[in-house]
Structure formats: C-alpha cells, structure tokens
C-alpha cells in the first residue's frame, strides 16, 4: 500500500473541507466582526466542538480503532461485525444521555467556558449551545464510521464528510441572518442552527458508506439489546482503554476550555481573534496531521497485532520524515507570513485592521507549535497501536500544567497571542517526550539518513522562509483591500512561489519524491 497517495488523497479531501471551513469563517468575520456577539457564538460552539474532540475523535478513535483493526487481523470480519454492533449499541445509548443532560446544563456549561460574557450573549450563548449541543451525537457516530471506514481503507467518505458541516453553515447563514435580525433575534443564531443540519447531514452520509463494505452496525433499542452489547468482551475491553485515552484527550481540551474562559476576560473580539488565528493552525493540521493519523493508526495496530516490529518501526518513521517535509515549512508560513494570510482570508466588511494585527499574532504563536501539534498526531498513536493509552495521558497531564505555567509568562506579556503560543510550546514538549518514550521502548529505531534527510528540509525551509519575509514587508497587505481581487491574486503568486522555491531547493539537494511513497 502506497501510504504517501492514501495521506495525499485525504488531504485533498481535507483541503476541500478547509477550504469551505475558512469561507465560513470569512463569512463570520465580514457579517458580524470580532464581537462579544461572535464570543458568545464561538463558546456555546466549542462546547459540542470540545466534547466530539473528546469523545469522538478522541478516547473514543484511540481506544476504538486499534481494537478494530486487531479483531480484523486476527478474528476475521463477522467478528469484528459483531464488535462494531456492540460497540454501536452502547454508543448511541449514551449520546442520547449525554444530549439530554447537556441541553438542560447549558447555562453551566457557558458559564464554564466564557463567564466573561455580558449578560445579553451570555443567554444568547446558551440558547445556541442548545441548539448544537446534539450535534456531538451525530459526530461520535461519525466517528464510529470512520474507524470503521479507515481500518478498511476506505479514506474517502471520512474525509470529505466535514464539508457537508461548512456548506450547511454557510447557506443557513446566508438564508437565515437577515430574516432572524429584522424579526428581532441575533443573526448570528443562523450559524447554529446550520451547525445542527451539518452534523446531520454528515451522519445520514456515512450509512450508504458502511453498507457498501458489508459493517452497517445493528443497533439495539431495548434495554435488554443494551445489557447484551455491554456484556461483549471488545466493548470492556474499549471502555478500559478508554479511561486512560478520556484523561490524556480531556486534559488536553481542559486546556482549551481553560484559554477560552481566559480570553473571554481579555476584552471584546479576544475569543474571536483565537479562534479566527486556530482556523489557519487547523489547516496544515487537518491537511498533514489528521491524514497521517488516518492512514497510520489501522497500518501501526495490524502491525502490531501480528507481531511486525520492523514494520510498525518503519511506518513510525515515515510518518515523522512526512511530519518534517511538511509541517515544518508550514510553521515557517505561520511564523513570517502571518499578517498578509490574516488580511486576505478576514480583511473585509467588520473585521478591521486592528483584528488583523491581534489575530496573526496569535497565527504566529500557533507558528512556534506547530510542529509539535502534528508530530503527535504520529507519535501518539503508536502508543496506540500497543493500546496503550496510559502514557499519552501522563504526559498530556504533565504538559497541561507546564501550559498554564507558560500561559503566567505569556499572557501578561503578549496578550491573547500568549494563549497560542503557550499550546504550541507544550505540544513540542508533548511530541519529544512521546518520542524519547518510543525510543525508550526499542518500539522505534530510526532508519538512516535522517540527518541528512533533516539539512534538506532546513535548507528549503530557510530559502523559503527568506521569499516570504521579502513578500511580507515589501507589499502593504492591508492597503491592498481595496483591490480584493489584485490582493487575492498577489496571494496566491506568493503561496505559488513559495511552494515552487522549498520544493526546488529540496530537488536540488538530492531529495527524491519516489523514496517517500512507502516504508523503506
């Protein structure tokens, strides 16, 4: 299996998704700005948003996944069938539960996560918290799907499901906004409610999906359907590896509530400013991390299961050599090229010059982690793979406190920005701490070449870095938002050139693309 054109066919897809999620984000800037208004909106989102990330992609997908792939490498597909019913029955049960208490406990929820709202976004908060909180359910099934997809490497429908979530968005806003702001209700309430219809749609997807290959899950609707799912050996099995994979993915999105209630107290727009500087972060994640994750998790369980310590090494680290060809460059981007992407993707109509300044400071943060980020995308399920999700949660706790040590430091001196770069500096710790525990395992033995491999990127990267440096300060990216569309285009050259130059410099050097495609 050529796993560099599996990764690359999930980041196209997962570029179709970024793509419409920052035209729903410049949507959101240019229609209402960077207010308390958008503050409230963000934190009644990032409630459901933090739980899927949680449950879903998280504890869920990390202890889900490996015991998928290893009942399939080794008991066949009718029992891995009668894991996937099981483990759906319980599921659905309590997603049901966890809607039912969240819609009644929003107001503390909101408070939880933005008490520095005023009053008026504070209810406006929680009625939009309602409105998607169930959205977390149709996204844990989701998840469940493309564990199931992924394992039997059917990456497509998993990655090109998420820009169901961003067209629904944008056409609810576009059709529901004015009509709800003439009949007295904040415009912005159009935004949740095509959250909702997202994770709909995104859910009614993945049935004609799952039949395709034979594993539509049979689920129980009576409690004695319930009681029998529960007793499956695989869902006790998952509920244990769950504990320790729920504490290493909550402390991490502790982190997250813990900045959102943080930056709600900065003032107006800081929130907003976060979350419009995450969304760039999101992008190479979501291109290089989530597609190397993807691709790997099943390759390093089936490995593992088998017994094929070479090759669970080896896809180990193509999967790092593939973090360094491209995530680095991307942190330089983010690094340099802060405040001409700020301007370009939110320049317009409500957003101002001001948040541009605010927003690609805390880009650049994100810049300075972003390596990190990615690399444990990678390094963190190989732990998985052995399920074993005890170490990532130890470190991750380790790393939450030394991020709020970072954020006393950071947050006085550089303001919200100090929030992202905090994250990012304890995602570097996360990512070498996972190494040196791999290595630490004999679980990973580098191959060669590695530093020469390393001075190649480097050198690309500094070439690179040195072109858009020039761009930056040469051109007036704000001024130019008067030409949206010569702006646009000077972008896009720039972005061009900048991929030309870093891929030229790493020819040149002797790098060869057809050595990447699949472990040595």
Excluded at 133 to 138: D, G, K, T
Aim: contains cysteine; positive net charge.
């Amino acid at each position: 299996m050529n796993l560099l054109r599996a990764a690359s066919t999930i980041s196209l897809l997962t570029l179709t998704s970024r793509i419409t999620g920052l035209v729903r984000e410049q949507m959101v800037a240019g229609l209402f700005g960077a207010s308390f208004l958008t503050d409230a909106f963000l934190v009644a989102f990032r409630i459901p948003n933090l739980l899927r990330r949680l449950l879903a992609e998280g504890a869920f997908s990390q202890a889900f996944v490996p015991l998928l792939a290893a009942t399939r490498a080794t008991d066949g597909d009718e029992a891995t069938h009668r894991l996937v019913d099981a483990v759906a029955t319980v599921l659905t049960w309590a997603l049901v539960a966890t809607s039912v208490v969240g819609i009644v406990a929003a107001p503390v929820l909101v408070w939880l996560l933005g008490s520095g709202l005023p009053s008026r976004e504070f209810d406006a908060s929680v009625v939009m918290t309602r409105i998607m909180f169930p959205y977390i359910a149709c996204m844990s099934l989701v998840a469940l799907s493309a564990g199931i997809m992924n394992t039997w490497r059917r990456f497509v429908v998993p990655a090109a499901t998420p820009v169901l979530m961003n067209l629904s968005t944008i056409a609810v806003c576009w059709a529901l906004a004015a009509p709800l702001q003439r009949a007295g209700f904040p415009g912005i309430y159009a935004m949740a409610v095509g959250v909702m219809l997202g994770g709909v749609l995104q859910l009614a997807v993945q049935w004609p999906a799952l039949r395709s290959i034979g594993m539509l899950p049979r689920l129980g609707w009576t409690w004695r359907a319930l009681r029998e799912a529960r007793k499956h050996p695989g869902v006790g099995r998952m509920l244990i590896n769950m504990g320790p994979a729920l504490l290493g993915v909550g402390v991490s999105q502790l982190s997250l509530m813990i900045n959102t209630q943080i930056s709600s107290n900065l003032g107006s727009g800081a929130t907003s400013w976060l979350n419009y500087a995450d969304r760039l972060m999101e992008f190479p994640i979501g291109l290089l991390g989530v597609a190397l994750a993807s691709v790997l998790t099943p390759q390093l369980s089936a490995a593992q299961a088998s017994g094929q310590s070479e090759r669970y090494s080896r896809l180990l680290d193509w999967g790092l050599r593939m973090v360094l060809l491209l995530a680095l460059p991307c942190a330089v981007a983010l690094l340099v090229f802060a405040v001409p992407l700020t301007a370009v993707l939110y320049h317009r109509g409500a957003f101002t010059p001001a948040d541009v300044g605010h927003t690609a400071q805390s880009v650049m943060g994100w810049g300075v982690g972003l390596l990190g980020l990615i690399a444990v995308k990678v390094l963190a399920p190989g732990f998985y793979a052995r399920q074993d999700t005890g170490t990532p949660a130890k470190i991750a706790i380790a790393v939450l406190v030394l991020t709020q040590c970072f954020n006393l430091v950071f947050v006085p001196w550089v303001g919200v920005a100090g929030l992202a770069l905090s994250i990012g500096l304890g995602a570097l710790v996360n990512a070498s701490w996972l190494l040196w525990g791999l290595r630490k395992l004999g679980s990973y033995r580098p191959e060669p070449g590695w530093v020469r491999f390393a001075l190649r990127v480097a050198l690309g990267c500094v070439a690179m870095g040195l072109l858009q440096w020039q761009l930056a300060t040469r051109l007036d990216w704000i001024a130019l938002g008067a030409h949206e569309f010569q702006r646009a285009l000077f972008m896009a050259g720039s972005l061009a050139a900048s991929a030309a130059v870093y891929f030229a410099v790493l020819l040149l050097a002797g790098l060869r693309p057809r050595a990447l495609g699949r472990p040595s």
